[in-house]
């Protein structure tokens, strides 16, 4: 079998929210990028759906926020924790000093198809959809390219730098070599979506009851639902059945008790394993990993998305003069790690910490769940009240696109 060789400035790997973010951000700058994705499509049911304020000023700053907004969406104002106690809103995003003071909920195959059409416009932009890659391409101690295979054969694509944004099982994080710290959230997570009907609450709603936990995200005609179970635990929630799924759902959200009753066979649920880990290096010469090939997130204030973007728009602001002119280091491979580690490293702690502290006891039955006192508290001050939707909407640390 032939191969057949190719060139690029840069070659992403995996068109998630980072990879093609980054891919349209450098074509924008002239960078000849090849934008690889292994499925054939970006429809994947139960992708995160987020995309927060943060994200959405910087499609302001490129000028693609007010065409985004023109696709079908829904936008959560609030969060909202309800427990035995009542109600309590954790995050008001309405309180934000920002044009887009919401979550927008778009499906990520919309964003996605949005993102690649824009970039399609440009002449130094190339997508190539069922290309897995298969090896790296090294001489001389650095990685000059990508070896992958589609439909029509095996391909070989030379460029000066590799990215590897091709999510939390990173097949080019493992042929590079890169180890990974870990830490064991005490959770995984049932997705699955129920009816919404007019009338229901407009934002994010958590219900912790019981020993029962469940995430309700606003999706316009429907109830994206999470269903927080404890980490290994959906052997036996699976033996106990359905039914006993729905009455564990009824429970906990009482209110939505006939929704749950669509739930009437297991292909409708969706099982997501919780991991959080980040490599301790960003990069080797001639490779860099951005998003959740660097750093996996936990599920908790989906923020995922927003973070592997924000990666997205640093890289493109660091590596794309150097691509351009043949002139790129390592050195700029590790500016991208040195601004983008310290705000993902304090994300991960608060996460961990949220799991560890709050998610684990609201999940054990022996437990009576309530709202941390500390918690409680600062929601009560003016001043600090509005820190957790700061923190969620728009991360430790704003970053904007050079121009």
Not at 128 to 150: C, F, H, N
Not at 194 to 216: H, K, N, S, W
């Amino acid at each position: 079998m032939t191969t057949e060789r190719g060139e690029a400035d840069c070659v992403v790997v995996g068109g998630g929210p980072a990879g093609a973010v980054l891919a349209l951000l450098l074509a924008r700058k002239g960078v000849r990028v090849t934008l690889l994705e292994a499925h054939e499509d970006f429809d994947r049911d139960f992708r995160g759906d987020t995309l927060h304020p943060s994200v959405l000023e910087l499609m302001d700053e490129i000028g693609l926020a007010e065409r985004l907004h023109r696709l079908p969406h829904s936008k959560i104002h609030t969060g909202t924790i309800i427990t035995d106690e009542g109600p309590t809103v954790l995050a008001d995003f309405r309180r934000l000093r920002t044009r887009f003071p919401y979550i927008m909920m778009l499906p990520q195959k919309d964003f996605l198809a949005f993102i690649v059409e824009e970039a399609k416009h440009l002449p130094s932009f190339e997508l190539r959809m069922g290309a897995r890659v298969e090896g790296l391409i090294e001489e001389g101690g650095a990685v000059r390219g990508v070896r992958y295979e589609d439909r029509s054969g095996e391909h070989e694509l030379r460029a000066l730098l590799t990215i590897g944004a091709d999510g939390r099982g990173s097949r080019v994080r493992h042929l590079g070599g890169f180890g990974q710290v870990k830490t064991s959230p005490p959770m995984d997570v049932l997705w699955f979506r129920v009816p919404r009907q007019a009338g229901d609450p407009e934002g994010g709603v958590a219900y912790f009851r019981g020993g029962v936990g469940i995430v309700m995200l606003n999706r316009g005609s429907q109830w994206q639902v999470a269903h927080l179970i404890l980490k290994g635990g959906f052997r036996e929630v699976r033996a106990a059945g359905v039914e006993a799924l729905r009455d564990r759902l009824k429970s906990a959200a009482p209110e939505y008790a006939e929704r749950f009753d669509v739930l009437r066979e297991w292909k409708q649920v969706s099982m997501l394993s919780v991991e959080s880990s980040r490599v301790v290096r960003w990069h080797k010469p001639g490779l860099l990993l951005v998003g959740d090939a660097a750093h996996v997130m936990s599920p908790v204030g989906g923020v995922g998305i927003n973070y592997a973007i924000q990666d997205a728009v640093v890289a493109a602001n660091a590596l794309a003069e150097p691509l351009r002119r043949g002139t790129l280091t390592e050195e700029h491979l590790h500016k991208v790690q040195r601004q983008r580690e310290w705000p993902t490293r304090l994300i991960q702690a608060l996460q961990t910490r949220i799991q560890k502290r709050v998610i684990a006891a609201a999940l054990d039955p022996r437990n009576t769940f309530r709202v941390p006192l500390a918690l409680r508290l600062l929601l009560r001050l003016p001043v600090l009240r509005t820190l957790p939707a700061r923190v969620i909407g728009l991360g430790f640390k704003r970053v904007h696109v050079e121009r």
